[in-house]
């Protein structure tokens, strides 16, 4: 081995790390010598221990005196286990494990050669420290080296810190990954004690394949030893996961069905009605399918020259009445996206959305840093349900959770940036149950995002917002009673088939590629729907072509200029000018656009995608009534804005000549300035309850003095 490493030893020799390390990858070690290889399996404490002494003698040779460390990496897939198999057989073998970091805790310099000095000869005595728990002093001042031979009756041993040597240690809790989870069962969890120049190598929600040593430690109950003992993994050396959904594996004949499947005429289609094929599409319904489909694709997100970053995920944002399949649909997109997780805003438990800093997760009075369900869904899904009752502290770190996907915490003396690149889906209730219903169509969207509670900057953050509402329409209500009933006669009782009586109709679906609703409608199965959402997101980036950047920047430069025409009618009136549509909105479109393109495995987008993204962009404004952009961040829009400003001119201008006003002054006024009569009754009906305006008598105002 001397020689086949002798250039990493020099490497080594020059890199002046405080940690010198080498690391072998396993196969190297086994070309060289199987046998040896594979003893390093079963007994890896000594033979490491052995490999690094042998390291050091390597420099001392060579006139460096480094404490140098011997490591192995890539483990041979044989030797990968299920955290919650591992147990007395694997107890002290070198074991691999696919899993994700859910907690880290802060680091403690760690005695690993304690130095002691004999009070009654002044000898130095050293003494290697394998226990993390207790300092281990000499039991005597040996002879053999020189000593005294005091006994530690005769004499006292005095710790000498500075040529004792520390090394850095961190416990990290770490947790089988979701994917690999038998359905139900509990994710098997495991500390991980890291050591020297591993520590602060992973932050909470990273996904990594640990090669760890189990080692058994006695349980302390009250002070005592039991005979029951505890795992904790000693870390040996980690991987970062290196491809993306590496969890996801997509064979040959995957592939081949990816492709054909995405050359469908109809594919957008297909994909829309696989999104939770039990709701049925009434009213807006195949829209907001629609633009989850895109959801689950997601825009490309890029790093500019400057090192800012700009997202590809799209947030979408279901508000509406109960009832009408909101937390179904986010229960469905969180079992179809790639590492999708499913919330509610109320009951998340422990470090909730974000992440917490809690003290003593690991029994040693350390604070450790704990990931949220943003970090733990990295480049998936984040399902939140009842939005609207997240908590205060959630809140204030959901506006740069969601804008640049990463989550500052600084709790505890911790401080640390954890990525959170998920998208968004997330589920809001009214708080007064149900969205006021209001005569006329002009109280857009925002008005009722009010009604949830929410903060309304917290509006600008989602690309797309959806106002579902629970409408009696004789028509849509029967189809959708047939649906729901006709789905639960095609459903099997769960009983039967826990009993063994029936087959579980999921279980039937896993390898097909198709299925068929109860209205005979084809959508694709959740399994074969995940391979294409990682296949895509894996392989496809699209690029925007210069026609479809100009379908954007045309359909933006319109939508300024319809408001700036308008604009110029009320330039008298001391309004304050907004912008109708901003660069946020912009960038919305050009998620959409690229998530249309990857859906269809296009590396470039072309303005047949520019196109789709604008409908979807231009339905969900248009139809729940929104007018513009600047009514995201204020919640009033600028055209009413502008219109109750005139007519409190209007008003102003014939008190001040007559003392008061007639209605039909004011209409006659508003005429040539395309104010309908329903919007000055509006403004004027908003005056009177503020108290602005008052009226001696029917259809007569003036002013309150
Ligand atoms: P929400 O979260 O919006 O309050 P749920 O998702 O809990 O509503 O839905 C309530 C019930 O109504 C569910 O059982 C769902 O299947 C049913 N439902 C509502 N709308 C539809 C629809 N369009 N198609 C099928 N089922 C529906
Ligand atoms: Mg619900």
């Known amino acids: 081995m001397e020689e086949a490493k002798e250039s990493e030893v ?9 940690y010198p390390f080498l690391e072998v990858p396993f196969h190297e070690l086994q070309s060289f010598d199987p046998d040896f290889a594979e003893d390093l399996l079963r007994e890896p404490s000594s033979i490491l221990e052995r490999g690094s002494h042998a390291l050091k003698q390597i420099c001392r040779e060579r006139g460096e005196d480094l404490e140098t ?52 000869c002044g000898e130095l005595i050293e003494v290697i420290q394998k226990n993390e728990r207790e300092l281990k002093e000499p039991l005597s001042c040996p002879q053999a080296s020189g000593g005294c031979g005091s ?47 591993q520590v602060n190598k992973h932050l909470p929600g990273q996904r990594i394949t640990a090669n760890v040593i189990p080692v058994i430690h006695s349980e302390v109950k009250r002070g005592k030893k039991t005979p029951l003992f505890d795992i904790i993994y000693h870390m040996v050396s980690s991987e970062h996961e290196s491809i993306p959904f590496n969890e996801i594996s997509i064979s040959d004949e995957d592939k081949e069905m990816i492709r054909s499947v995405s050359q469908r005429d109809d594919l957008f289609t297909l994909m829309k009605d696989s999104i939770a094929p039990a709701v049925f599409p009434t009213g807006r319904m195949p829209f907001v399918k629609r633009s989850l489909a895109l959801q689950l694709f997601g825009g490309v997100a890029r790093i500019n020259p400057d090192r800012t970053r700009m997202r590809g995920d799209i947030h979408i944002l279901l508000m509406g009445d109960p009832g009408v399949a909101k ?113 006329n169509r002009t109280r857009s969207v925002m008005y009722n995002f009010k009604e949830t509670g929410l903060p309304v900057p917290l509006a600008s953050r989602f690309d797309i917002i959806w106002l579902l509402r629970d409408e009696v329409r004789v028509e849509d209500d029967e189809r959708i009673a047939r649906h729901i009933l006709d789905t639960r006669t095609l459903a099997v009782a769960e009983t039967k088939i826990e009993e063994g009586m029936q087959l579980d109709p999921s279980s039937e679906q896993e390898d097909l590629v198709f299925a068929t609703g109860v209205d005979n409608k084809e959508y694709l199965t959740i399994n074969f729907l995940r391979k294409y959402i990682a296949f895509a997101k894996r392989h496809v980036h699209p690029d925007i072509d210069e026609k479809a950047q100009k379908k954007i920047r045309d359909f933006y430069r319109d939508a300024r200029l319809a408001f700036d025409k308008d604009d110029l009618d009320s330039m008298n009136n001391n309004e304050e000018a907004v912008i109708t549509i901003t660069a946020r909105a912009l960038e919305s479109l050009i998620r959409l656009t690229e998530a249309h393109a990857r859906l269809h495995l296009r590396d470039i987008a072309t303005e047949e995608d520019a196109d789709l993204a604008i409908a979807i962009y231009k339905h969900w404004r248009e139809e729940t009534g929104i007018e513009d952009e600047s009514e995201l961040h204020s919640g009033v829009s600028a055209k009413s804005r502008r219109v109750s400003g005139s007519v409190r001119g209007m008003l102003r201008e014939v008190c001040s000549e007559k003392g008061h006003a007639e209605i039909i002054d004011i209409y006659n006024l508003a005429l040539p300035m395309n104010i309908p009569e329903r919007m000055v009754d509006e403004v004027i009906s908003k005056m009177l309850t503020s108290g602005e305006l008052y009226s001696p008598r029917e259809g007569r105002f003036s002013f309150v003095r």
């Open 151 to 197: 006994s530690r009756r005769e004499t006292r041993f005095e710790l000498v810190l500075d040529t004792s040597g520390l090394v850095n240690n961190q416990w990290m809790e770490i947790q089988e990954l979701p994917e690999n989870i038998p359905s139900g069962g509990q994710p098997g969890r495991g500390m991980v004690l890291i050591e020297g120049d």
């Open 69 to 120: 460390v011997l490591r192995v990496s890539e483990l041979p897939r044989d030797s990968r286990i299920a955290l919650r198999d591992i147990g007395r057989v694997q107890v002290n073998t070198l074991c691999s494990v696919e899993v994700i970091v859910t907690k880290v805790s802060d680091i403690k310099p760690r005695i690993h050669r304690a130095t002691f000095r004999c009070e009654a």
């Open 327 to 439: 937390s179904q649909l986010l229960q469905y997109m969180s079992k179809i996206s790639p590492r999708g997780k499913l919330a509610s805003g109320g009951g998340v438990s422990g470090a909730g959305l974000t992440a917490a800093a809690v003290k003593d997760a690991f029994s040693d009075g350390r604070f450790a840093l704990e990931a949220g369900i943003l970090p733990l869904s990295d480049r998936g899904l984040a399902a939140i349900d009842e939005f609207d009752k997240i908590s205060e502290d959630d809140r204030r770190t959901m506006h740069p959770a969601m804008e640049q996907q990463e989550i500052y915490i600084a709790k505890g003396g911790i401080t640390a940036t954890l990525p959170a690149r998920c998208s968004i889906l997330a589920a809001a209730n009214p708080t007064k149950g149900r969205f006021t219903r209001h005569a």
């Open 10 to 18: 020099i490497m080594l020799l020059s890199k002046q790390s405080p």
